[in-house]
């Protein structure tokens, strides 16, 4: 799912299938120190990948952030997964005591923008991610 080239253009492009199983192994070694990290979700009914989410720690702009993440994949965009299944993501990093989310997108991925807006983020500024510019949503623990 993450080389479809609908998805890929979004995360920068094509990894080889190494660069993604070193994603997987960091997955689950942030899960053991974190308590929080990525998962996949399947459709019930067809056992069919939807798509991965989850949270991670990262950098933005030289300041530690909780990245809340998403791609799904593109036989179900525009059914409302995103938002779905980000929720209770952020819910779960709240749970554990963090008390602001992030998530960022390049500024034309209003599909993207809208689930931020759907889950409550606010816009928060303008960054450079991966030397492309995105646009940075913020939530805060009420």
Not at 104 to 126: C, H, Q
């Amino acid at each position: 799912m993450m080389n479809n080239p609908r998805v890929a253009e979004n995360l920068g492009g094509p990894q080889p299938r190494e660069q993604w199983e070193s994603y997987l192994r960091k997955d689950i070694a942030h899960w053991e120190v974190h308590d929080f990290g990525a998962w996949h979700a399947f459709e019930r009914s067809t056992d069919q990948l939807v798509g991965r989410i989850g949270s991670h720690i990262t950098l933005v702009e030289g300041v530690v952030e909780v990245e809340l993440a998403w791609a799904v994949h593109p036989d179900h965009w525009g059914q409302g997964y995103a938002p779905e299944l980000a929720a209770p993501a952020r819910d779960l990093v709240f749970s554990r005591g963090v008390k602001s989310v992030v998530a960022f997108t390049l500024p034309d991925n209003t599909a993207s923008r809208r689930v931020m807006e759907k889950l409550g983020m606010t816009y928060d500024r303008d960054i450079v991610h991966a030397d492309l510019p995105h646009v940075l949503y913020r939530s805060t623990r009420a």
